[in-house]
């Protein structure tokens, strides 16, 4: 319960300081090692050593680009049953006005390991990267102008991510934090697509 207190103290007095969010920025951070929504809490199931996952998801926009996402998911352990290696692969393919793009996404490496386990909950804390599949500046094949973020199958931003989680039979608070080292290599600008998109330049400031 001490253990407890003192993380939301922590996080409490850095809410105060300085507090900002964009939400999840990809499909990938908020599903990486102790931060993962989905894990299982009971002592009598036995831990998986090792797993491969395989989904598809469809997403879509505001705007008109649709998104489909087929992801592979692996984990081992490491060592021993408390240390996890977990791999993430996506590939990604969008279709919209703006035309149509595909590709493998950004490669995700997250390495997991259980800092307090008892029969009442579990600490778990992560640390991983992200690797960018390119430099998030592919062009139209119809126009050659280079396509928003939202067409884009990578963020192409090489990324450190750390997180810890807390965990017991009803409950999982998970908090992470995510810092790129470098600014992606997109160029996009609305006003070069005004001249050439039939959907007028106020649907084209709205991509901005």
């Given at each position: 319960?001490?253990?407890?207190?003192?993380?939301?103290?922590?996080?409490?007095?850095?809410?105060?300081?300085?507090?900002?969010?964009?939400?999840?920025?990809?499909?990938?951070?908020?599903?990486?090692g102790a931060m993962k929504p989905d894990?299982?809490y009971n002592k009598k199931i036995p831990?998986?050593?090792?797993?491969?996952?395989?989904?598809?998801?469809?997403?879509?926009?505001?705007?008109?680009?649709?998104?489909?996402?087929?992801?592979?998911?692996?984990?081992?352990?490491?060592?021993?049953?408390?240390?996890?290696?977990?791999?993430?692969?996506?590939?990604?393919?969008?279709?919209?006005?703006?035309?149509?793009?595909?590709?493998?996404?950004?490669?995700?490496?997250?390495?997991?390991?259980?800092?307090?386990?008892?029969?009442?909950?579990?600490?778990?804390?992560?640390?991983?990267?992200?690797?960018?599949?390119?430099?998030?500046?592919?062009?139209?094949?119809?126009?050659?102008?280079?396509?928003?973020?939202?067409?884009?199958?990578?963020?192409?931003?090489?990324?450190?991510?750390?997180?810890?989680?807390?965990?017991?039979?009803?409950?999982?608070?998970?908090?992470?934090?995510q810092h790129p080292f470098n600014q992606?290599?997109?160029?996009?600008?609305?006003?070069?697509?005004?001249?050439?998109?039939?959907?007028?330049?106020?649907?084209?400031?709205?991509?901005?």
């Amino acid at each position: 319960m001490r253990i407890l207190y003192v993380i939301t103290c922590i996080c409490l007095i850095s809410a105060s300081y300085h507090a900002g969010a964009q939400g999840c920025s990809d499909a990938g951070f908020c599903t990486m090692g102790a931060m993962k929504p989905d894990q299982p809490y009971n002592k009598k199931i036995p831990i998986k050593l090792r797993s491969m996952e395989v989904s598809f998801y469809r997403g879509t926009t505001t705007i008109s680009p649709v998104v489909y996402v087929a992801n592979l998911d692996m984990s081992f352990n490491l060592i021993d049953d408390k240390t996890f290696f977990q791999v993430k692969v996506p590939y990604q393919a969008v279709n919209g006005n703006f035309g149509s793009t595909s590709g493998l996404g950004d490669f995700s490496l997250c390495l997991t390991r259980n800092l307090y386990s008892s029969e009442k909950f579990d600490i778990s804390a992560s640390i991983g990267s992200k690797i960018p599949s390119n430099n998030s500046n592919l062009r139209s094949n119809e126009t050659g102008l280079t396509l928003p973020m939202y067409y884009q199958t990578s963020l192409g931003t090489y990324d450190a991510i750390a997180g810890i989680s807390f965990i017991n039979k009803q409950w999982l608070f998970a908090t992470g934090i995510q810092h790129p080292f470098n600014q992606n290599g997109n160029t996009f600008d609305w006003a070069e697509w005004i001249p050439v998109y039939e959907g007028g330049p106020d649907y084209v400031r709205k991509i901005f």
